[in-house]
């Protein structure tokens, strides 16, 4: 039953991402989203505990604590005086898989005075791909050792990216820490476990969306894989089974209650309800108001793709090269579907900074041009050279860039994740010119998005209408056009900027009663769409032809990629 809306109440949604994380205060009798506040993780601002040489990317847990406190106070400041009293509810998304190795009280092991500057005993970011080896161990042994396939509900194989490949490359690596953890979280579990009171392990309540699509959690084999094949992968992974998780929850359930400690540190009341965590992405679509044969893309410096399909129409269909199809992992009752790009945006930033390294460089040897002057420039160029590329890039006709470029940069997420693929671009000439080049990478990255779109629909995921989040759209006329040239598919663009912590916040007003279910949630607090970009005819006839060349190259030099 409904709460009378006689009074305002309001929910916050807390979105960590990978530099910042905000809280969003939204009313729930309208969905107005009445304040919001960014704060930044300091240490991961400074590029602490990263070695992008060796893909490996970490993140202190103080950042979290620290940043939630100045993001939910900060916010709270923007409210009239009193307002936040009216605060009933809260939900919370991260990053993932972001998992960090605990003790036995659930402790991130980098709270502690030995390990405080061990990036090992850290939460090890989703971007982070230094456990290809120990996912290739995965694979491996889950289709030859005569078990359960456990890949089978994560589309046939397992990531670098996700839970057990990061558990298992630290403790292979790193004795000291082995020798202390105990148990292995997941960010989206940590923090409602945290402002909760609830650590431990053995009582923290864990996200489906997270167990299912990242760490192979299913109910057909009562939960996580088996112990004896992960004594099979690996004897150090002996006795993690039984030290993590059998049991799952979906976002619409409470993870807890903020404790007295909590409200005093973020200016809230205490006893308030928290939603189960899940990931960004997921929640994200919620936010963008997902539903049936719906396509939520959310693009920024990656993508991540999703679908909620009914259990009748998916049966017992398992779709081959995704990450993951669980039930309840985005709607609560219906099987949730992910795949995603491991590099958008980055792909190009990438193009930008290779550009401006030689400009630079140049810049800041001149003698005669001061600090201050050549600082400004710099700036500039790095803040403009992206609109100017596009703005060139749009006039050049579709088949006279004369290249077709492979988008995988970093690596392949989807369909068919493969970590070890590099980037390609085919038909360079001494005319090629830097926006063709570009336009070829923009256009990479859309052929990209249809290969995921495709595998859907190869498999009878039926979709009729794709919406957009994230920066991109909010952004990038250009990308967004090229995108819906490709598909062949109208684009809606989600009028809200802050999708994801939207729909964290609706699952915030779903445990505090406010509304029975996360779909009446979007129906009151939904922001609907901005934009739509409709595709060109012509142009999406010439991209017929030229997605066909782009997996032809890729199926040419997958395998030279890969010893590159």
Excluded at 338 to 355: K, T
Aim: glycine residues 8%; hydrophobic residues 40%; charged residues 20%.
């Amino acid at each position: 039953m409904e709460k009378s809306m006689a009074e305002s109440t309001y929910v916050l949604g807390v979105d960590f991402g990978t530099d910042s994380v905000r809280a969003l205060i939204v009313d729930t009798r309208s969905g107005e989203e009445l304040v919001s506040h960014v704060s930044t993780y300091q240490r991961w601002s400074e590029g602490r505990y990263c070695d992008p040489d060796k893909n490996q990317f970490r993140q202190h847990p103080l950042d979290y604590i620290e940043g939630l406190e100045s993001a939910v106070r900060n916010a709270l400041t923007k409210l009239p005086q009193g307002s936040g009293k009216n605060i009933v509810g809260m939900g919370i998304d991260t990053t993932g898989s972001t998992p960090c190795l605990v003790d036995e009280a659930g402790r991130p092991l980098a709270l502690s005075e030995a390990f405080t500057d061990n990036p090992n005993a850290m939460f090890i970011l989703w971007k982070d791909h230094t456990a290809i080896a120990e996912a290739e161990d995965i694979n491996h042994k889950a289709r030859t050792w005569g078990g359960t396939d456990f890949t089978k509900y994560s589309g046939g194989s397992y990531s670098s990216e996700w839970f057990w490949s990061k558990l298992l490359h630290v403790i292979r690596h790193d004795k000291k820490v082995q020798k202390v953890v105990y148990s292995c979280v997941e960010h989206c579990d940590w923090m409602p476990a945290l402002l909760t009171g609830t650590e431990n392990p053995s009582a923290m309540k864990r996200s489906r969306c997270a167990a299912g699509h990242k760490a192979m959690w299913h109910a057909e084999w009562d939960g996580l894989p088996s112990e004896e094949f992960w004594v099979e992968v690996d004897p150090n992974l002996e006795g993690f089974r039984s030290r993590c998780y059998s049991q799952t929850f979906t976002s619409d359930q409470k993870a807890g209650h903020l404790t007295q400690e909590w409200a005093n540190r973020l200016g809230l009341a205490a006893g308030i309800p928290i939603a189960l965590g899940a990931l960004d992405a997921h929640m994200g679509a919620v936010g963008g108001g997902i539903k049936p044969r719906m396509l939520s893309k959310i693009i920024g410096t990656s993508t991540c793709d999703m679908m909620v399909v009914p259990t009748d129409i998916i049966g017992d269909h398992r779709i081959r090269g995704i990450s993951g199809q669980v039930d309840g992992s985005i709607i609560p009752g219906m099987i949730g579907l992910e795949a995603g790009q491991s590099a958008f945006g980055d792909v190009y930033a990438w193009f930008r900074n290779l550009l401006s390294w030689p400009f630079e460089s140049v810049l800041h040897s001149l003698d005669w041009l001061d600090r201050e002057t050549s600082a400004r420039i710099s700036k500039d160029v790095h803040d403009n050279l992206l609109n100017i590329l596009s703005k060139e890039s749009q006039k050049i006709p579709i088949e006279e860039t004369g290249l077709i470029a492979l988008d995988w940069l970093n690596g392949r997420r989807n369909p068919d994740a493969d970590y070890s693929l590099k980037g390609a671009i085919a038909g360079l000439r001494l005319s090629t010119s830097a926006p063709k080049f570009y336009r070829a990478l923009v256009e990479s990255t859309a052929y990209g998005a249809k290969s995921i779109a495709d595998r859907f629909i190869e498999y009878g995921i039926e979709i009729q209408e794709v919406m957009a989040t994230g920066g991109i759209p909010q952004k990038s006329p250009f990308v967004m056009q090229v995108i819906a040239d490709v598909m062949n598919m109208p684009i809606k663009v989600v009028a809200s900027e802050q999708a994801t912590a939207l729909g964290a916040a609706m699952f915030g007003a779903v445990v505090a009663g406010v509304f029975d279910t996360v779909e009446k949630a979007q129906e009151t607090m939904g922001c609907g769409f901005s934009h739509t970009y409709h595709p060109d005819p012509s142009a999406a006839q010439k991209y017929t032809h030229l997605y066909d060349m782009y997996q032809q190259l890729g199926k040419a030099v997958e395998n030279l990629l890969r010893e590159l």
